[in-house]
């Protein structure tokens, strides 16, 4: 999956018209261009025009430069998009600190790029820019001075391999000077170099997905006449597709189990390049790599790690490299070497459980180190996720519990259990940590525990409403102080209702 993002900032508009014409050019020329054919045919390419479409509209056709109040650069709010993002080496910019979220303090359109990144597995990236005419790489931010010192990246000679490939396609970016006050050797300069971006795009792509992006500054005037555009897309066509095109370098496979299943979010290590890509749902990941000889190997939580593999790249099509994990069940561990074992039958508690169990309520930071220890002693069962996060930065946790948890079966239902949605209401949430405990404790001795969790994958939510439940206090029995989220809603009155008239 490739994609190419323009207008970003409103006011630059040369790459919200290119990518028109890119569509309209790859949909015309499809089945009779055999260049074009192969690209869309192993490729999946998006391509977005304008992220910020309100910018654009106060923008000027013709204003080579940012209005003095950066109306139209700016989106509506009067931020800079390409500001907004977490930055890797600025935590202040991530929002974390006394229990904030990374959302907080995004624009909408920012929130709608960070999902976008963080939940397809894009590959490579171009992001559209105007006002110079160079191909920019990472790091944006992370030096020393505001300028003029590089922030290289793991993946710097492959960053400056692809920001030449768009550069040496194009007639005036490769010369360095197409733009009178710039000199850029061969067209190409590392982001921090030129100039520190903070909370930059292009670095948000590469430190928290699977994307490379790189910046490609298109025209020395940013909002130039639409006379001047069938220049633009002469000067880009080639860059455009040449790019598009290096998708298909490196390595590429899939990440299986032993009965052929495809292995989520498993790691793909190249030894000697400190950055990690990841395997999509489907067990598919690929690795952008240069040409060369790399030791490859693949890991995923619960499996043993692969064996390393030599794995040599040629420049065009990409090595294919697949790896199959073996499930790490912790069978050998306790094992005796001697023959004669004596037979050990745990007592159980009048409660069904085989180690001691204190019965209290359990705060978040308690909640948390529950499921994570439970998670840690019975690896083969359960796995612990989650599915977002709540108004105050915690967690939103579910534990599944089953044989070979993370793993979609049609043969398995699949079934949720929800407690402390309403924050003050905690009996469920200390019976669901309970429950965990007792399947956990009894899988594989139980008979009927053992054939609900060969048959079920269960997914059990303790709490919906932590910030509700950090407000409450023990032992009131009536009042509303923690009913509802940090911000005074009843979750329970916040979904659609197929009865009433939803906004939209």
């Given at each position: 999956m490739v994609k190419y993002v323009a207008n970003m900032h409103g006011d630059e508009a040369v790459g919200r018209e290119l990518l028109v014409y890119l569509a309209q050019y790859l949909l015309n020329n499809y089945g009779k261009d055999e260049r074009v054919t192969k690209l869309v045919n192993n490729t999946d390419i998006y391509l977005m025009p304008s992220m910020n479409p309100d910018g654009f509209e106060k923008s000027v056709e013709g204003n080579c430069n940012s209005k003095g109040d950066y109306s139209g650069r700016e989106n509506a709010n009067h931020v800079d998009l390409n500001r907004n993002f977490p930055d890797q080496f600025y935590k202040r910019t991530n929002y974390l600190q006394k229990g904030g979220s990374i959302l907080d303090g995004r624009q909408n359109e920012t929130v709608a790029m960070m999902t976008w990144i963080a939940t397809e597995p894009f590959v490579l990236s171009g992001n559209l820019h105007g006002g110079a005419v160079v191909a920019s790489y990472p790091y944006d931010s992370g030096s020393a001075l505001p300028c003029c010192v590089e922030s290289k990246s793991p993946d710097d000679e492959l960053f400056k391999y692809l920001a030449h490939t768009y550069a040496d396609n194009h007639p005036q970016m490769r010369t360095g000077n197409a733009c009178s006050h710039d000199v850029f050797q061969g067209g190409v300069i590392n982001g921090a170099y030129w100039y520190e971006v903070i909370g930059g795009m292009q670095d948000f792509n590469y430190a928290r997905s699977n994307a490379f992006e790189i910046t490609f500054e298109l025209s020395c005037c940013k909002y130039p006449t639409a006379s001047n555009m069938p220049k633009y897309w002469r000067l880009n066509k080639e860059s455009l597709i040449k790019y598009l095109e290096q998708a298909h370098i490196g390595?590429?496979?899939?990440?299986?189990?032993?009965?052929?299943?495809?292995?989520?979010?498993?790691?793909?290590?190249?030894?000697?390049?400190?950055?990690?890509?990841?395997?999509?749902?489907?067990?598919?990941?690929?690795r952008l790599l240069l040409p060369g000889t790399y030791n490859i190997h693949a890991e995923a939580w619960g499996y043993r790690p692969s064996d390393q593999i030599n794995v040599t790249v040629m420049s065009g099509e990409p090595s294919i490299v697949n790896f199959t994990l073996t499930q790490d069940t912790y069978d050998d561990q306790g094992k005796l070497k001697s023959n004669e074992v004596e037979e050990f039958i745990r007592p159980i508690d009048k409660y069904g459980f085989f180690h001691n169990t204190e019965f209290k309520h359990h705060n978040y930071i308690a909640m948390e180190n529950y499921l994570k220890e439970l998670n840690l002693n019975y690896p083969n069962i359960t796995r612990l996720y989650s599915i977002g996060e709540s108004v105050k930065g915690r967690q939103l946790y579910v534990m599944e519990v089953t044989e070979n948890p993370g793993k979609h079966s049609q043969d398995k239902p699949e079934v949720k259990y929800i407690g402390n949605m309403h924050g003050d209401e905690v009996v469920g949430r200390e019976i669901l940590l309970l429950l965990l405990k007792y399947l956990c404790e009894n899988f594989e001795t139980n008979e009927r525990v053992t054939k609900i969790l060969k048959n079920v994958r269960l997914h059990v939510m303790p709490s919906m409403n932590p910030d509700g439940y950090e407000i409450f206090k023990e032992g009131t029995i009536y009042g509303v102080r923690g009913r509802a989220n940090a911000k005074g809603v009843d979750l329970n009155r916040n979904f659609p209702d197929q009865y009433e008239t939803n906004d939209v």
């Amino acid at each position: 999956m490739v994609k190419y993002v323009a207008n970003m900032h409103g006011d630059e508009a040369v790459g919200r018209e290119l990518l028109v014409y890119l569509a309209q050019y790859l949909l015309n020329n499809y089945g009779k261009d055999e260049r074009v054919t192969k690209l869309v045919n192993n490729t999946d390419i998006y391509l977005m025009p304008s992220m910020n479409p309100d910018g654009f509209e106060k923008s000027v056709e013709g204003n080579c430069n940012s209005k003095g109040d950066y109306s139209g650069r700016e989106n509506a709010n009067h931020v800079d998009l390409n500001r907004n993002f977490p930055d890797q080496f600025y935590k202040r910019t991530n929002y974390l600190q006394k229990g904030g979220s990374i959302l907080d303090g995004r624009q909408n359109e920012t929130v709608a790029m960070m999902t976008w990144i963080a939940t397809e597995p894009f590959v490579l990236s171009g992001n559209l820019h105007g006002g110079a005419v160079v191909a920019s790489y990472p790091y944006d931010s992370g030096s020393a001075l505001p300028c003029c010192v590089e922030s290289k990246s793991p993946d710097d000679e492959l960053f400056k391999y692809l920001a030449h490939t768009y550069a040496d396609n194009h007639p005036q970016m490769r010369t360095g000077n197409a733009c009178s006050h710039d000199v850029f050797q061969g067209g190409v300069i590392n982001g921090a170099y030129w100039y520190e971006v903070i909370g930059g795009m292009q670095d948000f792509n590469y430190a928290r997905s699977n994307a490379f992006e790189i910046t490609f500054e298109l025209s020395c005037c940013k909002y130039p006449t639409a006379s001047n555009m069938p220049k633009y897309w002469r000067l880009n066509k080639e860059s455009l597709i040449k790019y598009l095109e290096q998708a298909h370098i490196g390595v590429k496979g899939l990440v299986r189990d032993t009965n052929g299943e495809p292995i989520e979010a498993a790691t793909i290590i190249v030894h000697g390049i400190n950055h990690n890509v990841s395997s999509t749902h489907r067990g598919e990941y690929w690795r952008l790599l240069l040409p060369g000889t790399y030791n490859i190997h693949a890991e995923a939580w619960g499996y043993r790690p692969s064996d390393q593999i030599n794995v040599t790249v040629m420049s065009g099509e990409p090595s294919i490299v697949n790896f199959t994990l073996t499930q790490d069940t912790y069978d050998d561990q306790g094992k005796l070497k001697s023959n004669e074992v004596e037979e050990f039958i745990r007592p159980i508690d009048k409660y069904g459980f085989f180690h001691n169990t204190e019965f209290k309520h359990h705060n978040y930071i308690a909640m948390e180190n529950y499921l994570k220890e439970l998670n840690l002693n019975y690896p083969n069962i359960t796995r612990l996720y989650s599915i977002g996060e709540s108004v105050k930065g915690r967690q939103l946790y579910v534990m599944e519990v089953t044989e070979n948890p993370g793993k979609h079966s049609q043969d398995k239902p699949e079934v949720k259990y929800i407690g402390n949605m309403h924050g003050d209401e905690v009996v469920g949430r200390e019976i669901l940590l309970l429950l965990l405990k007792y399947l956990c404790e009894n899988f594989e001795t139980n008979e009927r525990v053992t054939k609900i969790l060969k048959n079920v994958r269960l997914h059990v939510m303790p709490s919906m409403n932590p910030d509700g439940y950090e407000i409450f206090k023990e032992g009131t029995i009536y009042g509303v102080r923690g009913r509802a989220n940090a911000k005074g809603v009843d979750l329970n009155r916040n979904f659609p209702d197929q009865y009433e008239t939803n906004d939209v």
